[in-house]
């Protein structure tokens, strides 16, 4: 029963590298989103997209782009990783069809940039 | 835009009620939903509640919301080890791509 999966819970990666998050959801949900979950921050939202191929920069964007090439499949991209962003990752997908417009979560990947 | 406020901890006795209180600030929100996280885990949707209603019963939880004052609370009867969380805030205005969360009320029981 398994609706939006996140490839990785756990990722170590070096200073440097290009690292890839993907989320994928089985809901048709035109919207994705990802989050960064950090101690006393709650959820900072990154990117979101409504559409194929849309995009959209949320409040926290510097350091990261997103790829939406499918509707079911959204991908975050730290170009270049770095200590600062180190963190627990969520993606979460909606649809404006179903009400109460909830979104739905995947289980989060921890990722460690060392 | 809408911001959510929530406190950061909340620590209740094994049974007794917890109540987990969010003021927002967008009283053009269509629905004000409450997510629980469990450790390592992302977050399900817990209950919710549309604008236009004041009370809500699902079991163990109800759901009070004042418009007025823009406040939103979650009570939980009888907690249990299992209501062990994070406990998310949030609201949402008209679509589904536009829900603002608190940061969150780490919820913990004692014996």
């Known amino acids: 029963d398994v609706k939006v999966t996140q490839s990785s819970r756990y990722l170590v990666k070096r200073t440097g590298e290009k690292v890839f998050l993907e989320c994928v959801q089985d809901?048709?949900?035109?919207?994705m989103f990802w989050y960064r979950q950090d101690p006393g921050l709650g959820l900072r939202l990154i990117y979101f997209?409504?559409?194929?191929?849309?995009?959209e920069k949320g409040d926290i964007p510097e350091g990261y782009s997103v790829s939406r090439e499918k509707k079911e499949r959204f991908s975050l991209i730290l170009e270049s990783a770095s200590t600062n962003q180190t963190s627990m990752y969520l993606c979460?997908?909606?649809?404006?069809?179903?009400?109460?417009?909830?979104?739905?979560f995947g289980s989060g990947t921890r990722l460690t940039v060392v | 835009g809408e911001d959510v406020e929530q406190s950061l901890f909340l620590s209740v006795r094994e049974g007794d009620s917890s109540v987990i209180n969010c003021t927002y600030t967008?009283?053009?929100?269509?629905?004000l939903y409450w997510y629980k996280q469990e450790p390592g885990a992302g977050l399900q949707l817990l209950t919710y509640?549309?604008?236009?209603?004041d009370m809500k019963q699902d079991q163990r939880l109800t759901v009070l919301l004042n418009k007025k004052d823009k406040h939103l609370s979650l009570r939980i009867a009888d907690t249990q080890t299992g209501d062990s969380a994070i406990y998310f805030c949030?609201?949402?205005?008209?679509?589904?791509?536009?829900?603002?969360f608190g940061s969150g009320t780490r919820l913990s029981i004692r014996p």
């Open positions: 949030a609201g949402g205005a008209f679509s589904a791509s536009k829900i603002i």
């Open positions: 979460a997908s909606s649809s404006n069809k179903e009400t109460p417009y909830g979104y739905t």
């Open positions: 509640i549309f604008s236009n209603m």
């Open positions: 997209s409504y559409d194929v191929k849309m995009k």
């Open positions: 809901m048709d949900h035109e919207n």
């Open positions: 967008d009283s053009s929100s269509t629905y």
